[in-house]
């Protein structure tokens, strides 16, 4: 008998929360933020390393994986988490988002979106029923429905139009998914930054039915200021006594933001990214390593860090090898803004735990205004 999927909400701070997802392939602690491996890969970083910062479980991007290697061979090769010696649990997009950012003409109709590759041209349908296919074929533990997603700002009636959209291809969705016990399909609240949207979706998504919900649509360009206001409200909007997923969020303010306002799991590339763009977050803000004042400066990239970059070099080597064009540079500085991330969600979670999250935030929020130190 496979074990259940379930979450358990262990304690709540004003509205942030702290619990734990558990699942056949382990346990997800929440607050969490869950690194990108959006071509079977946490890009520069071996699986091992993502684990040691902390991370219970990685993102996939379906887009991604149907056109390169495709999901029937990954199948074939025992599913994601072998292909990509990956053990732990793995939540799959559902690759709308992708098509709608990524591929080339795109046609949009009721029965779902077909598009053209970004790598070859060649020609794909994407439906609810293929987008769940894919999603089972590659061995995801947490399934995300189908939807669309319109780039903001938009007008009222385009979101409304395409949220209902998304409520319906929910619930195609929910029965392509089918019955599979120990996986979980999440629904996906649209509805821009409109507030009765927002509930008018949530409600839809209830009565179908979900083992957790997450809020789309935002971090599409709207801004922090926006986001935060949309939060304000839309998380409200769920089940309690089920795991929230805000998509594609973000950096380190936005992440704690979003907890602060009842958000329990969250994705993004940025830290990978930036960590092959020579950009680090550190306690006191971001380091950009590239810049010439780092290259005699003998001191860690963030005294308070336990990762390898940290312990073991300097900015000076770190500069050095992003000066050259190495490849350990990429490597260290991914490592090290995974760790930080990781860093950030383990503090929230004790914070939540212990009551002190708004002492916690305070303290976050102070340590990053007194920015990068100088050079000695
Ligand atoms: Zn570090």
Not at 126 to 141: F, V, W, Y
Not at 206 to 211: A, L, R, Y
Not at 350 to 355: F, L, M, N, Q, S
Request: aromatic content about 8%; charged content about 25%.
């Amino acid at each position: 008998m496979t074990a259940p999927f379930s979450f358990d909400l262990k304690a709540t701070d004003g509205k942030a929360r702290t619990g734990v997802i558990n699942t056949p392939r382990g346990e997800i602690r929440t607050p969490a933020f869950m690194p990108v491996g959006t071509a079977a890969t946490v890009k520069a970083m071996m699986p091992e390393s993502v684990r040691a910062t902390g991370a219970d479980i990685l993102l996939g991007n379906t887009y991604h994986l149907m056109l390169r290697p495709t999901a029937e061979r990954i199948d074939r090769l025992g599913g994601l988490h072998k292909f990509m010696n990956w053990e732990r649990p793995i939540l799959t997009d559902s690759g709308g988002f992708q098509v709608m950012s990524l591929a080339g003409l795109r046609k949009l109709t009721e029965k779902g979106v077909t598009f053209k590759s970004h790598i070859d041209g060649s020609k794909h349908e994407l439906t609810p029923e293929r987008s769940m296919e894919i999603q089972r074929l590659l061995g995801s533990d947490i399934v995300m429905c189908f939807d669309e997603c319109p780039a903001l700002p938009a007008d009222r009636d385009r979101i409304a139009e395409s949220m209902r959209l998304s409520m319906r291809w929910a619930e195609r969705s929910r029965e392509a998914f089918g019955d599979r016990p120990g996986h979980a399909l999440f629904g996906i609240m649209q509805g821009g930054l409109e507030e009765d949207l927002r509930e008018e979706s949530a409600e839809a998504l209830k009565k179908i039915g979900f083992e957790g919900y997450a809020v789309g649509g935002l971090a599409v360009g709207e801004g922090q200021e926006a986001m935060f206001d949309c939060l304000d409200y839309a998380p409200g909007f769920l089940p309690e006594d089920k795991p929230r997923y805000l998509m594609g969020v973000g950096k380190p303010d936005d992440i704690v933001g979003a907890v602060a306002r009842g958000i329990d799991m969250m994705d993004c590339v940025l830290p990978s990214r930036s960590g092959r763009t020579g950009q680090a977050f550190t306690r006191k803000g971001v380091v950009n390593i590239k810049n010439a004042r780092h290259a005699d400066d003998p001191r860690q990239l963030d005294e308070h860090c336990a990762c390898p970059a940290c312990q073991n070099y300097s900015r000076a080597y770190l500069h050095h090898v992003f000066r050259s064009n190495e490849m350990i540079s990429g490597m260290l500085l991914t490592w090290h803004n995974l760790q930080y991330f990781q860093d950030i969600m383990q503090g929230m979670r004790v914070a939540i735990a212990a009551g002190t999250f708004e002492a916690w935030q305070k303290n976050f929020h102070e340590t990053r205004a007194q920015g990068d130190i100088e050079p000695l």
